[in-house]
């Protein structure tokens, strides 16, 4: 009984830490907690394993989550609650996603979603709708990531813990579907809450220099300078994370305009998709300088390189764009795949074009979505105008509710 008193307590107190910023403290009482006593509470033992599992995620020390996942799951005597099951899946689709796999990652998450909904546990709505909204704004499909988001705000009506990434998610929608200005009060409130801020920095290590690069664009350089300093007090007080840094580095280097700074974060940082991001913030940098264009184009490829391994459709897009304005032409990425035959025998880009379309998006808006110009999305229109037989953005608009 006293064991699983001190497991207990080990987990809030790993929460209590992880909720404040600190990652360190978190994931020591994460491990001690994972330490206890698998004989005195079943359940117990396995949430603080799954637990324990987690903070090694946001760590990014992904092989030795995934050891200790293996081996809880193997460990199973008889048949586990549907509960811990649901659990399961959806820490084991977090380590995937942050493994760069993408669509397992949704699977795994949504497999846990459903089981947790048929046994009535709310708990992992949240963090699930994170990764699928997440996943579906890497993949391009903007109408699920949209889906999510809308989900993730009927929770926070409800109030749930660690609401900072699904704050940063549907900021990242709204800047994706709108434009930047449209996610000025999202972002605002975000940087001026330390509480959500130091969270937040300690559980997506993109969110830091997408914080910096949107408060830019805003002309929001204080709000810039609150997340690069609260970045750089993140790192310096947990030096063993190189996640943390990584992402304190890319912040930096991008608020600076530091080229050293960004390649070091390219350099050390263990998330994948961070590194092309810091690779591709590079290629940026160097292209204003005429002298550069080589480094330019080996690092936007190396970018691009780096986003397709991980799944990441939208991302590639973006850098496939650049390329081709410094004369490279790289195969173009198709957005998100369809289940199935698409109507019309339509193309997956005359897909995702004819969906915002229908939408009331304009075609400047839907360019700004998929990353092509308004040109290339009229000539898409066209073709879906065709292959439906129809000659209008009403006509679109009311066929398409067929197909939703």
Known sequence: MQEACDTAGFLRRSAYSWFNGRLDTGLQCAKAAA?????????????????????????????????????????????ASERMTAVSHNVRGNLLFAMGSVDEAMDEVSAGLRIAEGCGDRSLRPPSYVVLALGALRRADMRACRHFVDKLADEALLGYFGQAPGAWVAAQAVEARSGVESAASLIAGIVTNPLVLRQLLVSEPAAAPWLVRVCGKLGAHELAEIVVTAAAAAGAEQPEFSVIRGSALHAAGLSTQDSAKLHEAADIHPDRWCRASALEDLGDLLAKRYSERECTVRFLESALDAYTAVGATRDSARVVNKLREHGVRRGTTRVVEREGATVHGLTNTEFAVAELVSQGHTNNEVGRQLFISRHTVAFHLKKVFQKMHITSRVELAAAWKVFS
Request: charged letters at 35%; zero cysteines; a neutral charge.
């Open 35 to 79: 330490a206890g006593n698998r004989r005195e509470s079943r359940e117990l033992y396995e949430m603080a394993q799954f637990w324990y599992v987690g903070l090694l995620v946001k760590a990014r020390e992904l092989e030795v989550g995934r050891r200790v996942l293996d081996a809880v799951e193997n460990s199973r005597e008889g048949s």
